[in-house]
């Protein structure tokens, strides 16, 4: 895939007459800063895959916990009436931040909703600082009275979005209060960094407990494996856990792989397993498919345990 992909960039830009310094390099150099650039410009050529479900929130009862994966780590939930957004990721790419559009990453999949489809948001929960989890030109759609929970010193890079952000460090926690009443969210250690450029290390990634009449809901957002999550056992059990179970390969230092997700979700009394962050942004080298099918035979003597499996996929208490 690698050789093709580099055959096609080279052909494209000797057709165009774009026999440059800066075109050879782009198009022969194994140069991180070049595979990059002829991956998106290979990408560019290729159409998102469409989705086999089609959630309509607009119908989800206010009488029950209920959620959907839109794609990467962006999951909808509606807690008894209290709706979260966590880590959007609305548009067909993730990157910089260029004002018209992103430069980075294409969208394998789309996204199972458009931004027009989402009900009143009470809640943006964001887990850390990269531009895949804290993406702007989405945050940017939200009405800027959208309270955002973040990371401890991320908020700076919020500007322009919300006038309520409120920043989270380790066991911090904050109350919400929207119309359908009150939602409480504690922060709690992951493995990973938050850097969001490559020297802005100081910055803080957090996973999250939600808590909401007497139930409770783990948001790991992005995490390595780690024994944080054996820790949340004490005050479970918990109905579900948000796990993230893709870009571990060769990441996996920084992300978890699917049995390892299970494993801490199972670990923290956690009675189900949402898995994200796999099948939306080449980010790695595993296939696209194989986080749930590793996942799956984890999981193969308690396959209900997995709360869905696809983007656009639901799943209900």
Request: proline share 5%; net charge neutral.
């Amino acid at each position: 895939m690698k050789q093709t992909n580099r055959r096609k960039f080279i052909t494209t830009t000797l057709a165009g007459g774009l026999l440059t310094g800066t075109g050879l390099w782009t198009g022969f150099s194994d140069a991180w800063a070049a595979r990059f650039l002829r991956e998106r410009f290979t990408e560019s050529f290729r159409e998102m895959k469409p989705l086999n479900f089609s959630p309509k929130p607009n119908s989800w009862s206010d009488q029950q916990i209920r959620m959907c994966w839109l794609g990467h780590a962006t999951v909808l939930i509606n807690f008894y009436g209290f709706w979260i957004l966590t880590d959007p990721s609305l548009f067909s790419r993730v990157g910089l931040d260029l004002g018209l559009f992103s430069f980075g990453p294409k969208r394998v999949t789309k996204p199972a909703l458009h931004f027009n489809e989402f009900p009143k948001i009470d809640l943006i929960l964001l887990s850390h600082a990269h531009m895949d989890h804290m993406d702007l030109p989405s945050l940017r759609c939200f009405s800027k009275e959208t309270p955002i929970i973040t990371a401890a010193k991320t908020s700076d890079i919020l500007q322009g979005t919300s006038t309520q952000v409120t920043e989270l460090g380790w066991g911090d926690s904050k109350r919400v209060i929207a119309s359908t009443g009150e939602l409480k969210v504690t922060a709690f250690e992951v493995q990973h960094w938050g850097a969001r450029w490559q020297r802005d290390s100081y910055r803080g990634y957090n996973g999250y407990v939600l808590e909401r009449e007497g139930k409770k809901i783990i948001f790991g957002g992005d995490t390595a494996m780690t024994p944080s999550f054996r820790s949340l056992a004490t005050q479970g059990p918990y109905e579900v856990a948000i796990m993230p179970i893709g870009a571990y390969d060769p990441w996996i230092r920084v992300h978890c792989n699917p049995e390892q997700a299970a494993q801490m979700a199972f670990e923290a009394k956690a009675d189900r397993v949402a898995p994200i962050h796999f099948n939306t942004f080449k980010l790695s080298r595993e296939s696209e498919q194989e986080p749930i099918q590793r996942l799956e035979q984890f999981c193969i003597q308690e396959t209900e345990r997995i709360a869905w499996r696809e983007i656009g996929g639901e799943w209900q208490l």
